[in-house]
């Protein structure tokens, strides 16, 4: 696909669509094993979220989203440089309801991330255990 084509595509998508984006992740390896191919097709697909970035546009996919009792939202997701897509498909426009797909775009911008107040709360710390003075 052109890149125009794939700019005027993504530019096209919702915040709440099911899409595939088909892209070439960065690889490493040695000259004496090079057999003419370098490049490492991807499949990655999510709901998308936005075409985010300050130096590089990415297409951002959640994979999978947490939804905290006051309303915040968590994600796991996949940020894909705009310019290693080689091809998007909307699998499905508008899968997820405009409330929560604002909820999605609105944990990207939030710049205080706490989601749970600490000032009411006793703090839990993880420790090492050690068997005979040595630790595990």
């Known amino acids: 696909m052109k890149k125009g084509g794939l700019k005027k595509i993504v530019e096209g998508l919702s915040s ?52 905290y009792a006051d309303g915040l939202y968590d994600l796991d997701y996949t940020a894909i440089p705009l310019s290693w897509a080689v091809n998007v498909v909307v699998v499905e426009r508008g899968h997820f309801p405009p409330q929560v797909a604002t909820g999605l775009v609105n944990s990207f911008l939030m710049k205080d991330r706490k989601v749970f107040s600490q000032s009411n709360r006793h703090r839990t710390f993880q420790r090492r255990l050690s068997t005979h003075g040595r630790p595990d």
């Open 16 to 67: 709440g669509d099911v899409v595939c984006v088909e892209w070439c992740d960065a690889s490493t390896g040695k000259s004496s094993s090079y057999a003419g191919v370098i490049d490492v097709p991807v499949r990655s697909w999510g709901v998308f979220v936005g075409l985010l970035g300050n130096r590089t546009k990415h297409i951002v996919l959640a994979q999978n989203s947490f939804q």
